[in-house]
Each structure stands twice: as C-alpha cells, then as structure tokens.
C-alpha cells in the first residue's frame, strides 16, 4: 500500500510528548523516498506509454502523483516538525544541549541547530545599543519590573538609570530595576527575596 511509512512518520511526531524530540528516523525517511523513486520512475515509464495511444494508463499515473505529492507533504511536515522542536529547545536549553537530547538528532539536525544558536547570538549581540541584550533570559514576562533583593557580600556603590547611586553593603536589602540586578543575581552578589 502506497503511503504506508509516510504516514507512520506524522504518526511518531503525535505520539511524541509534549516538546520531546523523538529519535530521527533515518530509515523511515530513507524507505519514503526509495517509494517516492520507484513511483516516479514507474510513472515516467506510464507516462511514456500513454503519450503513444494508451490513455487507460491515464487514472494510474494521476493516483501515483498523488502519491508522490502525499509522501513529500508528509516527509516536509515531518522535517518542519523536528526542526520546530529543535528551535525551541535551543529556548529551552540555551546553546548547550544535553547529550540525551543531541543523541535523538541527524547530523544535519545539528548543524541547523549550530547555526541557528549563532544566528540568534549574533541578533541578541546587535540589539541593546552595543552591549546586547539576552532574550532567552526572561521566557515568561516578569510579573514586575523591580524586585526585592538582599546583598550577599559587600559590593560597593551601584548606579541605576536615573543616577541614584545605591550603596550594596552584606545583609542590606534594596528595591531595585530586576534587569539591572540580574546580572548581581547571577553572580551571586544579591539573591530575589521572595515575598
């Protein structure tokens, strides 16, 4: 039956759970596209036949280019979805995936992923007026746009935008723009008090 493997491969991207990147599946494609060769060339060889006299072959070739156009629907639909995924795990993960992850990609999958990482880099390096700006840090929209944060060590004077200096002594808590404390945070230096 025509269309068989193309199907099983739209089929193992819905069982697949949310976000999770099954297996590449070489040998499926591989099967699809030695089906979509021998329609083609079955097709070719019909088409030959029919253009001397024999249009009763006419109904089969249309039904084979059906075919052929369902198997490479289904490969696409199969390909977009993989790398639909792979896109968001770079979200996910940052630029460095976890081995269990980068096992259940081709090769090509990859050097997509490679290359998508440094495209993002180089955009996120471009915005910010020269200093970037980090898009994957926030995936959800913070709640507010100032937090609450304790010094952790003594840092010293801190300047936020308006010019207010604010001195960052061990133990003292602040109310401070969340952009300008990530950074401190990350490092250490002051921890979100949560309330």
């Known amino acids: 039956m025509f269309c068989e493997k193309a199907t099983e491969l739209i089929r193992e991207l819905h069982r697949a759970s949310d976000g999770q990147l099954p297996s590449y599946?070489?040998?499926?494609?591989?099967?699809?596209?030695e089906e979509m060769k021998a329609l083609y060339e079955q097709n070719q060889s019909d088409v030959n036949e029919a253009k001397s006299g024999h249009s009763e072959l006419i109904p089969t070739i249309k039904f084979r280019h059906c075919s052929l156009l369902r198997n490479r629907r289904c490969v696409l639909a199969y390909l977009y979805d993989r790398l639909l995924r792979i896109r968001a795990l770079r979200w996910e993960y940052g630029s460095?995936?976890?081995?269990?992850?980068?096992?259940?990609?081709?090769?090509?999958e990859v050097l997509w992923f490679n290359q998508y990482k440094k495209s993002l880099a180089t955009y996120m390096r471009s915005?910010?007026?020269g200093d970037g700006l980090d898009l994957t840090q926030d995936i959800k929209p913070p709640k507010s746009l100032y937090i609450e944060v304790r010094c952790l060590k003594d840092y010293g004077e801190f300047e936020i935008d308006d010019g207010t200096t604010i001195l960052l002594k061990k133990?003292?808590?602040h109310f401070l723009p969340r952009?300008?404390?990530?950074?401190?945070i990350r490092q250490g230096i002051l921890e979100h008090v949560l309330s």
């Open 25 to 33: 599946n070489e040998d499926g494609i591989r099967q699809v596209l």
């Open 171 to 173: 133990n003292s808590q």
């Open 127 to 129: 915005l910010g007026g």
């Open 179 to 184: 952009w300008k404390c990530e950074q401190l």
């Open 96 to 108: 460095v995936l976890p081995n269990a992850v980068r096992f259940q990609m081709s090769a090509d």
